[in-house]
């Protein structure tokens, strides 16, 4: 099993500051197949960040992901509001297809 | 709208059996693999099970193996979790949700449920 370590557990930061969330995998993945959510208290999951480093239609350019191999990170730059929450990176590269424990985003 | 509504949670006890059902709207269902994922109370997400279009691919976390069974019915639309032998570490809040692309395995979810809630408990 792929075990995906985030870190850190928990970040504190202001609105406007830029956040750096880091997801390392206990071995390579492709990066075709890591991907990073957004959730909020009571919401589903929302997905922000597929194949590493590409994002949806209406996610915010503010969001970013790159990384290779075993380490992943998510950027957001200039921290909006809404921006506070938990994200969880996954990966689909092999069964089964865990996710990280999280980090919580908080306001500081 | 694309829209993944699931149902059939409750309250049961260890031992018993529940099926979840998922009814998918506003996109080509047949077409895309279909996954489950749940959240214990104040928990992380933990990946359950995968289906794909066709049936062809099955897949389940070891901690479900044996006890859960994912299935799909592409005329109704439906994604389904048959539950059994059910175990209080079960409890938690249960999400359907859609795979990204058009392929034989999953990639990335990008439509989930608004989860139904199963607790486990005598």
């Known amino acids: 099993e792929i075990v995906l370590t985030q870190s850190p557990g928990t970040l504190s930061l202001s609105p406007g500051e830029r956040a750096t969330l880091s997801c390392r995998a206990s071995q390579t993945i492709s990066s075709s197949y890591l991907v990073w959510y957004q959730q909020k208290p009571g919401q589903a999951p929302r997905l922000l960040i597929y194949?590493?480093?590409s994002r949806p239609t209406g996610i915010p350019d503010r969001f970013s992901g790159s990384g290779s191999g075993t380490d992943f990170t998510l950027t957001i730059g200039g921290l909006e509001p809404e921006d506070f929450a938990v994200y969880y990176c996954q990966q689909f590269d092999k069964s089964p297809y865990t996710f990280g424990q999280g980090t919580k985003l908080e306001i500081k | 709208e694309v829209q993944l509504v699931e149902s059939g949670g409750g309250l049961v006890k260890p031992g018993g059996s529940l099926r979840l059902s998922c009814a998918a709207s506003?996109?080509?269902?047949?077409?895309?693999?279909m996954n489950w994922v749940r959240q214990a109370p104040g928990k992380g997400l933990e990946w359950v099970s995968s289906i794909s279009s066709s049936r062809n691919y099955i897949y389940y976390a070891d901690s479900v193996k044996g006890r859960f069974t994912i299935s799909r019915d592409n005329a109704r639309n439906s994604l389904y979790l048959q539950m059994d032998s059910l175990r209080a570490e079960d409890s938690a809040v249960y999400y359907c949700?859609?795979?990204?692309?058009?392929?034989?395995?999953?990639?990335?979810?990008?439509?989930w449920g608004q989860g139904t809630t199963v607790t486990v408990s005598s």
């Open positions: 949700a859609k795979d990204m692309f058009r392929g034989v395995k999953p990639d990335a979810f990008d439509i």
């Open positions: 194949g590493a480093s």
């Open positions: 506003g996109f080509s269902f047949s077409s895309y693999s």
